[in-house]
């Protein structure tokens, strides 16, 4: 990588051998850093293999152990992460909230923004949780919209370090004589969670056109009426569209729940949409852009197999193939903005199950794009690709220039 993008890959790592893998345990740039996300994955000599051992609650202790060497290796801890992701395994669901006395143990009372929810299963078959974390040097302040912390709560439901805000995951609700009320409408529940995005905005003194990244979790219930939250973003947005990517998930963390939406905004400085003139055609009618630059942050829409500029998905049913058309779009965009993939500081490779079978093969195709030095990245299995049959991996991608 360039000088400007820093790898972390801590020289003592008892668990695993780092030098197997196509990404770093964390990448700096700017003083931001990005932790791939870690489940409580080790080898063991007696069975020659990778495992995961125990249940969550164990698996969790080891993961934040692996944060925390990972955040030592970067001059950093605890205090400084601004944003975590907890990936959690269907089975491990029941035992989730007892989880947050390990949060409150390494995190103390430090605030971070927080989005779990529940994948279609974790890439280790033996892993109950993975968590992926964002850490930022510099002065953090917690934003609560309309009053204090709860105590019965390991988050915030936004974080601003300098200039960047980063959301919790919000679940679309509304409140009804004091009782939380889930809609059964998923435009009317991306509705509630924007709601409530643009308050921590607010709060902050930012709004809408200061969003550069956008993700959207859905649930299964949710899928068939997604397309109404079309109408939601035009009315937030107001035609200022984040990097955007719509994740179909296992379910969320309230089984009544349709969609949980995470934001982050840059206050200040000039905001570029990033558009690529043979892609209007795939682009032009769409809620998202397929990247945006504020500040120091690039945030790309999540990229698969479709080719832009014809309109047709690439590679069959290769996820190789597919890969390839995923990671060409993100080198497409970073040469539009001028930028090259050495500024890649993050990724996330969203794998529809039926392409599990051959996902380790896509690794070839990570040393094509950044040679021998990688960027921070995680891997989940998704509910499913939005979009068509065929297509079994979605990349979000994240630089810092």
Not at 50 to 77: F, N, R, S
Not at 99 to 109: F, K
């Amino acid at each position: 990588m360039t000088k400007n993008v820093i790898e972390v890959d801590p020289a003592k790592f008892p668990w695993l051998d780092l030098n197997r893998y196509t990404f770093c345990m964390g990448a700096e740039s700017a003083g931001i850093l990005y932790l791939s996300g870690q489940t409580a994955s080790e080898f063991d000599p007696a069975q020659g293999r990778v495992v995961c051992k125990g249940g969550l609650l164990d698996q969790t202790k080891v993961v934040y152990e692996k944060l925390g060497v990972a955040l030592e290796a970067a001059g950093m801890g605890f205090d400084n992460v601004v944003q975590t992701v907890d990936y959690i395994d269907p089975t491990a669901l029941p035992q989730y909230r007892q989880t947050a006395e390990i949060r409150r143990t390494y995190l103390d009372d430090s605030p971070v923004a927080s989005t779990g929810f529940c994948v279609e299963r974790l890439l280790r078959p033996d892993a109950l949780i993975e968590v992926s974390a964002v850490a930022m040097n510099g002065g953090k302040r917690a934003i609560y919209p309309g009053g204090e912390r709860s105590s019965n709560l390991t988050y915030a439901p936004g974080v601003e370090v300098e200039d960047i805000i980063w959301t919790s995951g919000f679940i679309g609700h509304e409140m009804v004589d004091g009782t939380r009320r889930y809609p059964p409408e998923t435009g009317l529940a991306a509705g509630f969670s924007y709601g409530s995005i643009g308050q921590v905005l607010a709060a902050a003194r930012a709004g809408p056109g200061d969003v550069v990244k956008s993700l959207e979790y859905v649930s299964p219930q949710g899928l068939i009426q997604y397309p109404e939250t079309t109408q939601v973003r035009r009315d937030f947005f107001g035609g200022f569209y984040p990097a955007l990517t719509g994740i179909p998930v296992n379910r969320l963390i309230r089984p009544d729940g349709l969609v949980e939406i995470e934001a982050v905004a840059v206050k200040g400085g000039e905001r570029e949409e990033i558009r690529v003139p043979e892609w209007e055609q795939s682009y032009g009618q769409l809620t998202r852009s397929p990247a945006v630059k504020k500040g120091r942050l690039l945030h790309i829409s999540g990229q698969s197999s479709l080719d832009h500029a014809t309109g047709e998905t690439v590679g069959g049913y290769d996820i190789v193939a597919q890969t390839e058309q995923a990671y060409s779009n993100i080198a497409r965009i970073m040469a539009e903005g001028g930028y090259s993939m050495d500024s890649i500081i993050n990724t996330i490779e969203w794998v529809a199950p039926n392409g599990l079978m051959d996902y380790r093969n896509v690794g070839e195709v990570r040393r094509q794009y950044f040679g021998d030095s990688f960027p921070s990245a995680t891997g989940v299995s998704m509910y499913q690709i939005l979009g068509r049959p065929e297509q079994l991996i979605e990349v979000t991608a994240v630089a810092v220039v």
